[in-house]
């Protein structure tokens, strides 16, 4: 065959002579080759692994040139102007609102930062589902916005394509993607028969295939253009999809095809033959698809035949039946398309492709190649239409799938492309009835879960609800069809059309039905339930995702006038709706009891349809309200609601445990209360505002269930409250009055006005943070559009009412943030409590916004006692709702605020200060809002008359001064007020109940008649109940019995109830007044005249007798009558027997208070006394002062013997001295350090890199720079004193420092093992010898021993001497000799060796061996002088890095040096230094010329110009007896400045050219012969040069350079001040040694005077020079010897080595001993440089970009954290990076964070984050991704606790890291 011989053949060249056939016009016989060629090479049979096919489609595409070649020509040909970049989830995309035009709209980053965007409101993401970057689509977002490349449009001008370089493709194409489709047809199985896996192996085999795909989309216009031809065409598609007829395997695989066809319709085939078509109508509409389907059916009525879950469904049968009926004439009415329901067909690959997509449930690389191709127009309209072709089967496959969460991102990432696209939604609402598919699809989903709703009448309930417990609703498997449901809403024309066709809206308010009344509560009576659901969540979520943000989409577009006709139209509907649901619930007039549900979705469609008819569409609100009757029943469910919360407060659901409370916040909390508790509120103001105001009144009392409570009987029975429930209750249905009648979020305020309450409400209850504001502001258009309406608004409110607290780092580590807290102006106007109350999910939040009001009244002088809640003016009611004010002016309000203001008075239980301040408030609402024209409002009152002779008319005002003389109660025959049988004449039966209710013996009868009746309930409810059914026939069955008949009737035989007669005689005017007198405990607290000088101005802020002052004064201002009254009752003088006054129970009171007054005193007193204890106790605790320092230098010498150190043990509490036997130790923490070794010579950090160009070099660190030394060293000389000439431990040196506490170690142990036993998490490990110190809970280690202070030679120690400086040279040589006294064994030495091997154990074994053979005595004695090293060099560096501070600083009180020391020198009295080599000989005499003896073979000793001076004077002072004397330390000190100084001037001389070098030399031999030749650096300096000329000369080196870069010329000034900085630092470190030894002043000086300041106070100089800054360096030398002489003998040591390069002893002899302060790396200002750039760089060590990538700030490191890649030995790369580089202290910037994290040891913690955006707040996980920006004040800490290694001590929250970060 011809294809066979083809196939041998090489592929390019096949290629190019197939594409060279085929471009002549006659090309018949190349389509022949090639289509057998492609028969051949695209065998669906052969394994699609197999990638020879892939490789020849490439070749055949190319046309025989190279397939790279070929991408790069056409790619030269792409004419796209979008950018199209398809990205998967966790991609960082940027979003901008100022240029979006859909909320949606994301661009990648390249096209954002090339794109204009400074001062928009813009954001960084990671995608969740992934997305598309839409630059260059102007149905997006706005041209302005488009980056450079999309700006300018540069694929318009592209040249057109030559027809024969895609002409390959399109042949080779089609049979590709066919291949591709029969590979998924045949690898296809019904997931119910197959393992998830099968799916997963299909798709990974076929991977390359769909990977070349992707790349030819790639390509850019021209190849996509090919492509969207190839999956559009119909022709080809039915050429191709069936096979050839002898093709067996084709056939087999397009049967398979079609089976997988038969049920992609929403209803299978088999359900359709079985029922008929009636069935069919039916079931097509509400199944739920191919496996439940007949189920579903079975709800309707229509049971099919055969249905297998017949038996299952059969108890729904009945109620099922009416459901049925009725959804289902609906619903076939509205489905205009047997398409939505019947199996889908393909008419081409696209069709067939996305199928498959489905079914294998969205691969993500279909996905990416199916949006890759979106740029392209065509294929954008065909794949819409596609994709809402399968709609339906989308829904069927989501759910079914196990991985539901994964698919509806890859569902999400496609729709939300499509549509965002306000053109492409309204073309496919129009084309494609994409709104009628949209509405059926979610309908059909929803059905899978209903089940029968039990709220009001369980039994005959006919209502059917959504169960939250399903899988559907947990785990929110509806999102992606709701999500794209509220997409499409957001563009007005497709919204519109929605609002016009009224078959769907009611098929949309069904489907709202479904969750109305969705999760019930049931309140628990007996048990506590078992089982918590937690279907809340579900519930709550589904109420606001797809009830509520569809209605917010709705509502955007009706806000205009001439949208009315819309919102009629929704409002008509809910009321039908809701009609109909009160009918399937069975609801007449009450509401069953104990139960509730928070959702009730139509009456909040009703109530913002309401609002916003009102509010913008100028319509009259009576248009829209039902009857009065209907108007009742919508009031009921809100009340309840309103009620429960009530209840679920007092813990009358405790029983339902804690997620009744859960759903109660909820309710409340910011992001439902827009939808949920606001639209609640504003229905019951609508139906209050329309009802009978008494009606509504007596229904909020009775909800609440307090109406027993409301009566003037001072004992009462309540049926439905325990007694402890009835306060919170009754203070629960007054502040919800309150709330009703002063709210007026939609009831005229507007939108800047609303936004202003909120923010002041939420500002007043706590500071808040930017970002915290911004989520606790309810929005209130779609929240999922995340466009604030008016967002420049709110940063305009925010200016206006609240100040900016700048972020303060509190010295304690606790870092704030930029916090806004309210101006004072706010406090004193704008802070209004009912707001705080509505807003709070806590109640604790309540109390803090009172806390902090009352702070603000202290502050500014105000007022100071405790005060009440301010009564705040509200904004002026729009005209619609006028109404509500009668609320305020209904005699049964007033009935209960008369009741309730008399209980208060007579202290009757259950009483509050919170009662009094609502009841206040509401009258106080009443006197300000007045209803106008009163007349005709007396009316009514006319035939009610017979019940209500309490007041006259309605009008508050009136009613305020009308006496009420006798009420009529009902009480228990127990209560006071019954008669007892005693003989009226004595008192008794008055004296609990005051002499005003005295009963009435005589007159009984004639005052009986106007004795008030006080029956709030009873028989009110009962006139209305006949009012709204008089014309109803059910009549007799409505009114059944109202309770009040069984009312009493409690458990246990309550007491017969009386009727009494009590006599009163006050109005609210007198008992307001007596309430006056009764708060200010005087009794003539209102003069009569106190009105004539009203000052309104105090009357703002105060207490309830400021409250109940400013009602007066409005009252009378209100009305002169009331004046009067006042006057009157003021001007009464008190009447004789008042109520409460002087009887025997006030006595009592009086003396109650004067016993509270004392009490207070006592405690106040005993309070002081505490605290004053308490710090001195502190005092002392802190002050243990090294122990050296308190041998009280003032004492006489005889006493100073005697003395000892006294210690305290902080755990025992004794105090006593260090023993040998009973040691104290100081705690400590000894911590590797390598801060010194991270020091530079440049005083500026380095900087971090953000570019590949920039590099960080650390070969100029102090810790290299030393290392190289010591290797370099090693190389020559002798090992032993390679060792004793330097220093280790500048990386990794042990650290040790002390919080000042000292305890008994024998304490200590014993507190470490109740450490080990207590089983409490603790932040540190027991075993490691951590704890945290007793007293102070500082973060410790180890403990160091005291020793134990015997005064022997305390006083010889610091005399002065006035030995010759031989003699003490001597001396100091003899102690030298003297072998250390091996310490006894004892308690101390046990515990000094444990220190030292604690301190060998802190730092790692790597920063210990130096030596040649490690482990040996050399070694270990640098180690231990480098312990003591590094901690004085630390402890300088802690100085700023000299010692101008002077002083004991704080550093010294904490020091434990001294201890140190001890501890050190005990452990190196060990070694001796052998004699012959000790350097001290070398130091002070010449040495004797050893004759040539064997000796050449072993290496010589370091020479004394490359020693480390300061390592050498720890050596000597550690290895000298202690306590060492003054004198010699000096003489020491003498010694070793001579040959710094020496040193100096050798380095120096290196630094001079030849010729300078010269000059020197003959200058400074002529000033040899002086006398005091010796000091004067002219002389040595020529000296040293002439010694170090000889021989192999060092100055040969680098002659050349050096005349090049010295131009200046080396004055005797700019010499003296270079020794002296090259001396500087040996003389700082001895100075802080003899500080510590011997407890010497630091005295503090400038900058320029230090050399001589220490030169003085180390007895280089006897006093310092005038002016001090005129120090010669020279005069401090004190040669023991000619000095001349020892110079020579140590520079011949340099010119003698035969070994050494003079290149080599340069580098040894120039060794700079001054560093710059440790620094961290210098940051970029914005974060999001240092972000760009690493995010997405690769690690050095893997190679693979890190899913958690981190920066070390100490040396730049980037690292994977947590990262897997990078393990060694089971330890992740950051805190192997933390070992090397910081000894296991490490500082990382975690990039996709923002937040630092220290790494200290084995633990870790968070440490916070440096960067903080504009309002001064962390962005942690960048998940707002605003743009950050450096806080320098918080860098300096952080750099601040590294330097000073405090991050164990500032930070509290410390966690094992189990070495895996």
């Known amino acids: 065959m011809m294809a066979a011989s083809l196939l041998r053949r090489d592929k390019r060249a096949t290629a190019a002579h197939l594409k060279a056939d085929l471009t002549r016009t006659d090309n018949s016989s190349g389509l022949r080759q090639l289509q057998e060629l492609l028969d051949a090479v695209l065998n ?709 006005e609303i936004l202003r309450s909120e923010m002041v409400s939420q500002l007043c209850m706590n500071d808040r943070t930017h970002s915290a504001l911004l989520d606790l502001i309810p929005e209130n258009p779609n929240p999922k559009s995340g466009i604030v309406p008016g967002s420049c608004s709110f940063e305009d409110v925010l200016s206006a009412v609240s100040d900016f607290k700048a972020p303060v780092f509190e010295p304690g580590g606790s870092m704030q943030q930029g916090m806004y807290t309210p101006k004072a102006e706010v406090w004193e106007k704008e802070f209004d409590p009912i707001m705080v109350v509505l807003r709070t999910v806590y109640r604790r939040d309540v109390q803090s916004a009172m806390d902090r009001y009352s702070a603000f009244l202290k502050q500014y002088g105000i007022h100071t006692g405790n005060p009440w809640p301010p009564y705040k003016e509200r904004t002026p009611l729009h005209p619609c709702y006028k109404g509500l004010i009668r609320l305020l002016h209904c005699k049964t309000l007033h009935i209960v605020i008369f009741t309730l203001l008399y209980k208060i008075w007579m202290d009757h239980q259950n009483m509050s200060e919170h009662v009094l301040c609502m009841v206040l408030y509401l009258i106080e609402l009443g006197l300000d809002n007045q209803v106008q024209d009163s007349k005709e409002d007396e009316e009514p009152c006319i035939e009610e008359h017979c019940h209500d002779s309490w007041f006259p008319g309605t009008n508050l005002l009136s009613n305020l001064h009308h006496v009420i003389n006798f009420v009529r109660v009902r009480v228990p025959e127990t209560a006071p007020e019954v008669k007892r049988e005693t003989p009226p004449s004595t008192s008794a039966e008055a004296s609990s109940y005051g002499q005003n209710s005295r009963r009435l013996s005589g007159n009984w009868r004639e005052n009986l008649r106007e004795a008030q009746v006080f029956s709030l309930v009873a028989e009110r409810r009962r006139k209305f109940q006949e009012m709204i059914n008089r014309n109803s026939t059910e009549a007799a069955q409505v009114v059944r019995p109202k309770s009040s008949s069984t009312r009493w009737v409690s458990p246990g035989t309550p007491p017969q109830l009386v009727t009494e007669i009590l006599e009163i005689r006050e109005s609210m005017l007198s008992l307001l007044v007596k309430l006056h007198q009764k708060m200010s405990s005087k009794q003539n607290s209102l003069s009569a005249s106190w009105l004539d000088e009203p000052d309104t101005s105090r009357h703002a802020h105060g207490d309830g007798i400021t409250a109940i002052e400013r009602i007066l004064t409005k009252a009378a201002a209100r009305s002169c009558q009331i004046k009067r009254s006042i006057q009157d009752i003021c001007g009464k003088v008190c009447p004789p027997v008042p109520p409460k006054k002087n009887s025997p129970s006030d006595k009592k009171a009086m003396d109650k208070e004067e016993r509270r007054q004392r009490a207070r005193e006592r405690q106040q007193k005993l309070l002081a006394e505490f605290a004053s204890r308490q710090k001195s106790f502190m005092e002392t605790a802190m002050d243990v002062e090294s122990p050296e320092t308190e041998a009280a230098m003032d004492l006489g010498p005889s006493e100073v013997m005697e003395s000892e150190v006294l210690y305290d043990c902080v755990i025992c509490g004794q105090s006593g001295p260090s023993t040998e036997d009973r040691p104290t130790g100081l705690v400590v923490l000894l911590q590797a350090s390598s801060v010194l070794g991270h020091r530079c010579k440049s005083k500026q950090p380095k900087q971090l890199p953000t570019s590949d160009e920039e590099h960080i070099y650390l070969a100029d660190t102090c810790g290299v720079a030393h290392d190289v030394r010591l290797t370099l060293m090693q190389q020559f000389f002798k090992d032993s004193s390679c060792l004793q000439s330097v220093s280790i431990g500048w990386d990794g040196g042990v650290y040790v420092q002390t919080c000042g506490h000292t305890l008994h170690i024998d304490c200590h142990k014993s507190y470490m093992e109740s450490l080990r036993n207590d089983q409490v998490l603790q932040g540190f490990s027991v075993d490691k010898g951590e704890f945290t110190c007793p007293l102070c809970r500082q973060f410790a280690n180890s403990v160091l021993p005291c020793r134990p202070g015997r005064g022997t030679d305390a006083s010889g120690w610091h005399t002065p001497t006035n030995k010759a400086a031989r003699v003490l040279v001597k001396e100091v040589e003899d102690l030298q000799e003297k072998l250390g006294l091996f310490p006894t064994e004892s308690n101390l030495s046990k515990e000094m060796e444990l220190v030292i091997k604690d301190i060998k154990n802190t730092t790692q074994k790597k920063y210990m061996d130096y030596g040649k053979n490690p482990g040996s005595p050399d070694n270990d004695f640098l180690f231990m002088y480098s312990v003591a090293r590094t901690n004085l060099e630390l402890e300088l560096v802690h100085r700023g890095g000299n010692m101008c501070s002077g002083g004991a600083s704080a550093a010294a009180k904490r020091s434990c040096l001294n201890q140190l020391f001890h501890v050190l020198a005990m452990h190196m009295r060990l070694y001796s230094i052998d004699s012959a080599y000790n350097p001290w000989t070398k130091l002070t005499q010449i040495a004797q010329h050893k004759e040539a003896d064997g000796f050449d073979e072993e290496r010589p000793e370091v020479p004394m110009l490359f020693r480390d001076v300061p390592s050498l004077l720890i050596i000597f002072v550690l290895t000298m007896p202690q306590p060492l004397r003054k004198e010699h330390f000096t003489c020491v000190i003498k010694m070793l400045y001579n040959l710094q100084f020496t040193q100096a001037l050798a380095a120096l001389s290196t630094k001079l050219s030849y010729e300078e070098r010269q000059a020197w030399v003959t200058s400074g031999a002529l000033k040899k012969n002086a006398a005091s030749s010796e000091k004067s650096f002219e002389a040595l300096l020529s000296h040293v040069i002439g010694e170090l000329s000889k021989d192999k000369s060092v100055y040969k080196v680098n002659s050349e350079e050096t005349t090049m870069l010295s131009s200046s010329v080396w004055s005797p000034q700019s010499i003296e001040f270079s020794l002296q900085q090259f001396c500087l630092p040996f003389l700082r470190l001895s100075c802080l040694l003899q500080h510590h030894l011997y407890g010497d002043n630091l005295t503090g000086c400038p900058e320029e005077e230090e050399f001589s300041s220490l030169a003085v106070c180390l007895g280089l100089l006897p006093s310092a020079p005038q002016p001090p800054s005129a120090v010669h360096s020279a005069s401090c030398l004190e040669w023991p010897f000619n000095a001349f002489d020892l110079v020579t003998q140590w520079c011949d040591e340099v010119t003698g080595l035969s070994q050494m390069q003079p290149e080599q002893s340069l580098s040894l002899l120039v060794h700079d001993p001054q560093w710059a302060a440790p620094r961290l790396l210098q940051l970029p200002d914005n974060y999001n440089i240092i972000f760009q750039y690493y995010h997405r760089k690769a690690c050095t060590a893997c190679k693979k970009v890190p899913k958690d990538p981190a920066l070390c700030l100490v040396c730049g490191a980037f690292v994977c954290l947590k990262g897997g890649c990078c393990k060694q030995q089971g330890t992740c790369e950051c805190v192997l990076h933390s070992q090397h580089c910081g000894a296991a202290t490490g500082i990382f910037l975690l990039i996709n964070a923002s937040v630092i994290i220290i790494i200290r040891g084995h633990r870790f913690c968070l440490w916070g984050s440096v960067y903080l955006d504009a309002h001064g707040e962390e962005d942690r996980d960048l998940r707002r991704g605003k743009p950050l920006f450096l806080c320098e004040e918080r860098y300096r800490v952080l750099e601040q606790q590294w330097v000073s290694h405090t991050f164990d001590h500032i930070n509290k929250r410390w966690g094992p890291h189990y070495n895996g970060l």
């Open 44 to 752: 669906p049979e052969k394994p699609a692994a197999d990638t020879e096919a892939l490789d020849w489609c490439k070749c055949l595409i190319a046309g025989g040139e190279g397939f790279e070649e070929f991408c790069k020509t056409v790619r030269s040909y792409d004419n796209a102007t979008l950018c199209g970049l398809v990205w998967t989830a966790n991609f960082v995309a940027y979003r901008c609102r100022t240029c979006g035009i859909s909320p949606c709209m994301s661009l990648c980053a390249e096209c954002f930062n090339n794109g204009e965007h400074t001062g928009h409101d813009f954001n960084m993401f990671r995608s969740q589902a992934g997305g598309a970057c839409d630059c260059g689509d102007s149905n997006v977002m706005r041209d302005s916005g488009f980056c450079r490349r999309h700006r300018l449009r540069t694929g318009e001008n592209v040249p057109s394509i030559p027809r024969d370089l895609l002409l390959m493709s399109e042949m080779v194409l089609p049979r590709f993607i066919l291949c591709i489709i029969q590979y998924l047809r045949d690898g296809y199985v019904e997931p119910d028969t197959s393992a998830e896996r099968d799916l997963q192996k299909v798709l990974q085999q076929l991977e390359p295939q769909i990977t070349f795909l992707e790349e030819l989309t790639k390509m850019g216009g021209a190849m996509r253009t090919v492509l969207t031809k190839i999956l559009t065409n119909q022709q080809t598609y039915k050429e191709l999809s069936m096979g050839q007829e002898e093709n067996v395997y084709a056939k087999k695989n397009y049967d398979k095809y079609l089976s997988a066809l038969k049920n992609s319709g929403l209803v299978s085939v088999e359900e359709k033959s079985q029922g008929g078509a009636a069935a069919a109508a039916a079931a097509a509409d509400v199944a739920v698809g191919a496996e439940g389907g007949a189920g579903a059916m079975v709800l309707l009525g229509t049971s099919g035949p055969g249905s297998p879950d017949d038996s299952t469904k059969e108890e729904d049968q009945d109620g099922g039946q009416f459901v049925g009926q009725r959804k289902r004439v609906k619903l076939s009415s509205s489905t205009k398309d047997p398409y939505i329901i019947d199996s889908l067909k393909h008419k081409c690959f696209l069709e067939e492709l996305l199928f498959w997509t489905i079914k294998f449930e969205f691969p993500q690389k279909m996905v990416t190649f199916l949006l890759n191709m979106l740029p392209d127009q065509d294929y954008k309209i065909t794949f819409t239409k596609t994709f809402v072709q399968h709609y339906a089967f989308i829904m069927k496959t989501l759910m079914k799938s196990h991985e539901s969460d994964t698919m509806s991102n890859r569902i999400v990432h496609i729709s939300v492309q499509l549509f965002s696209n306000e053109e492409l939604a309204r073309h496919m609402t129009e084309e494609c009835q994409l709104l009628d598919i949209m509405v059926t699809v979610l309908l059909y989903m929803m059905e899978s879960c209903l089940i029968k709703s039990e709220l009001q009448d369980e039994e005959n309930n006919r209502h059917v609800v959504v169960n939250c417990s399903e899988a559907l609703l947990k785990n929110n498997t509806y999102w992606p069809l709701v999500s794209d449901f509220i997409n499409i809403l957001s563009h007005q024309s497709v919204a519109k059309k929605f609002l016009e066709d009224h078959s769907l809206l009611m098929l949309w308010m069904s489907f709202v039905s479904f969750f109305q009344g969705m999760n019930l509560n049931k309140r628990e009576l007996n048990e506590h339930v078992e089982f918590e659901s937690q279907t809340y969540y579900a519930a709550f979520a589904a109420e606001l995702e797809a009830c509520a943000q569809p209605m917010w989409g709705l509502l955007t577009h009706c806000k205009v006038k001439e949208t009315q006709e819309y919102t009629k139209t929704v409002v008509r509907y809910c009321l039908e709706t809701l009609q109909i649901w009160f009918d399937a619930i069975g609801f007449i007039d009450e509401p069953a009891p104990n139960q509730v549900t928070f959702h009730l979705p139509l009456h909040r469609y009703y109530a913002m349809f309401l609002s916003r008819a009102v509010k913008c569409q100028g319509l009259d609100l009576d248009s829209l309200l039902p009857d009065q009757e209907m108007l009742m029943k919508i009031m009921v469910h809100p009340l309840q609601i309103q009620a429960c919360l009530s209840e679920i407060h007092s813990n009358m659901w405790v029983r339902n445990g804690l997620q009744i409370k859960g759903q109660a916040m909820t309710y409340v909390q910011s992001h439902f209360c827009n939808s949920m508790i606001d639209p609640d509120i504003y229905l019951l103001q609508v139906c209050a505002s329309r009802l009978d105001p008494d009606y509504f009144i007596s229904s909020v009392f009775e909800r609440f269930k307090v109406v027993d409570l409301l009566t003037m009987a001072s004992q009462h029975q309540n049926a439905v409250l325990d007694s402890e429930q009835e306060r919170p209750m009754l203070e629960g249905a007054l502040t919800f009055l309150v709330i009703l009648t002063s709210l007026r979020i939609h009831l005229g305020m507007t939108d800047d």
